[in-house]
């Protein structure tokens, strides 16, 4: 399946960046562009034809409501949304639902709340594109294409209460250096918590896919560094 291209929509150029950052993290999105203001998420839609449009709710000119409203009644090739917002007012919520928003992520969140959100869209799409867009449904496969974009994706064999998304994150964050690292640094970088940071990096351990080794500190006591095999 092709990298899902994605158009990041934001007032806030520093907001883009970073979630911008997350998706470079997935090899399963490419982000095509940015837009700070409504009407140019429009033009980018129709310039750049992106399959996916993250969008801010509070926009400078025109509200995300307003977009998304838009961009249903276009023609064409249709364009999935994912709201990513403040806005968590009930009507604004039940506003976005009505005109069609695929999925809707409160800010703040931290980054593998973000990833996690991403790939659940993906599973869902999956599933879409699985069945064929101009398939014929019935009960059973509309609540499993309904259903898909609720799972949490794990990996098989992965113990029970770690996630896929966080253990590919602290995989690549240990690829990512040229030695090898705490599990503070690990969760420090990856966003996560020391422990849970822990409890991956041991995974990462017994599987093979990492070792560990004694790390000493100013204080002469022993730390454990991580780096991947």
Do not use: C, W
């Not at 806005?87 to 409160?106: K, N």
């Not at 703040?108 to 879409?128: C, D, W």
Request: proline share 4%; net charge neutral; aromatic share 4%.
């Amino acid at each position: 399946m092709n990298p899902v291209r994605t158009l990041v929509v934001d007032d806030d150029f520093a907001v883009a960046a970073v979630h911008r950052a997350f998706l470079d993290t997935l090899p399963e999105f490419t982000v095509v562009g940015e837009a700070h203001r409504g009407m140019d998420a429009l033009r980018a839609v129709e310039e750049l034809h992106p399959d996916l449009v993250l969008l801010d709710i509070h926009l400078p000119d025109i509200s995300g409501l307003e977009v998304l409203a838009r961009l249903r009644a276009r023609a064409g090739a249709p364009v999935d949304v994912i709201a990513i917002t403040a806005a968590r007012e009930v009507e604004t919520v039940r506003q976005a639902m009505s005109r069609g928003v695929d999925h809707y992520l409160v800010k703040p969140f931290t980054r593998s709340a973000f990833l996690e959100r991403m790939n659940a869209y993906l599973a869902q799409r999956a599933e879409v594109l699985r069945v064929g867009r101009d398939s014929v449904l019935d009960q059973d496969a509309v609540d499993q294409l309904l259903a898909a974009g609720q799972r949490k994706p794990r990996s098989a064999g992965l113990p029970k209460g770690l996630s896929a998304v966080t253990l590919r994150l602290v995989t690549e964050t240990l690829r990512a250096t040229d030695g090898d690292m705490s599990a503070q640094e690990v969760g420090d970088t990856a966003g996560v918590s020391r422990v849970s940071a822990r409890r991956y990096l041991e995974h990462l351990v017994a599987i093979g896919k990492a070792e560990v080794q004694p790390r000493y500190g100013v204080s002469n006591r022993p730390a454990h560094g991580y780096r991947l095999t």
